[in-house]
């Protein structure tokens, strides 16, 4: 069964790994450091910085993608932009604003991340709404996705096809 909040539809499983997002058995809460390349379970991977030396200013970087519906988009480096956490551990978030895929459709990825330390090692937490342009107001429904990933600081293994 499928729930929907104001027009997204969730996976039975989302409210599962919420739960697992922030009660997993071994994860402390606090983690230093954010800037630096990460990579998800998907193996994309996202390239950060701050720009402003006391922390508090603006993430900046890259994102690189290795999935996607539309075959332009996949190993794509886009902009990215953000707003940094203003503590050690704190939420914080950025976005990227596609190019226009190869029937000229626009879409546009926020992610709010935590940096946890899980088994000893920085992991960032992220949820992630992918919006989608549609043609009509009643098509909404179809336009966005929402979904978790996890970015460590090792790249995944390369998986077989």
């Known amino acids: 069964m499928f729930r929907a909040v104001s027009g997204v539809i969730l996976r039975p499983s989302f409210n599962r790994m919420m739960r697992s997002a922030v009660s997993s058995k071994g994860t402390q809460r606090h983690c230093c450091g ?27 970087g890259c994102y690189k993608t290795a999935v996607g519906s539309d075959p332009s988009h996949v190993g794509e480096k886009a902009p990215m932009v953000g707003f940094p956490p203003k503590k050690d551990g704190g939420t914080f978030g950025w976005v990227v604003n596609w190019k226009p895929s190869e029937d000229g459709d626009l879409s546009t990825t926020t992610w709010t991340a935590q940096c946890v330390t899980v088994k000893g090692k920085p992991v960032l937490q992220t949820t992630w709404i992918l919006r989608s342009e549609v043609e009509k107001a009643a098509d909404r429904w179809e336009s966005t996705l929402v979904a978790q990933d996890t970015f460590t600081r090792e790249r995944p293994p390369k998986q077989d096809d």
């Open 34 to 60: 954010i800037t630096g390349t990460w990579w998800n379970q998907h193996d994309s991977c996202v390239d950060m910085e701050i720009q402003d030396d006391n922390g508090q200013g603006v993430l900046t």
